[in-house]
């Protein structure tokens, strides 16, 4: 069974900063691309930053680029998003995901808020 477990429950100022955790287990990690996205109130779900497997390939969403960084320790099953200059409309859940052969995995979120 595949389970994606995220961590880093986070109240921030902005401009503070944030790490968020999520292990997976049940998969062959290094064989699958993750991403971390997010879902603000009233709105959908959006990439906020993407890893590939080997963890050179990176991608982000044009309001993080700069601030977030996404990075991955395959010996750990772990992907991570470093989070800094916090603004709040970078309020929201995080969800954790990975794709692997032509199916999507989900984490149950993980809620962060940043306040003004």
């Known amino acids: 069974q595949v389970q994606l477990v995220e961590s880093g429950v986070g109240l921030v100022q902005a401009g503070g900063s944030l790490r968020l955790s999520c292990v997976a287990s049940g998969i062959i990690f290094i064989r699958t691309p993750m991403g971390w996205y997010r879902q603000a109130p009233g709105k959908q779900r959006e990439l906020v930053a993407s890893?590939?497997?080997?963890?050179?390939?990176?991608n982000y969403a044009d309001s993080t680029k700069g601030r977030f960084t996404i990075s991955r320790d395959n010996a750990k099953n772990t992907v991570y998003l470093q989070m800094n200059d916090l603004k709040p409309e970078d309020t929201g859940v995080y969800y954790c995901?990975?794709?692997?052969?032509?199916?999507?995995?989900w984490g149950r979120g993980t809620q962060v808020t940043v306040s003004s």
């Open positions: 995901s990975g794709t692997l052969y032509g199916l999507d995995y």
């Open positions: 890893i590939g497997t080997s963890g050179d390939s990176t």
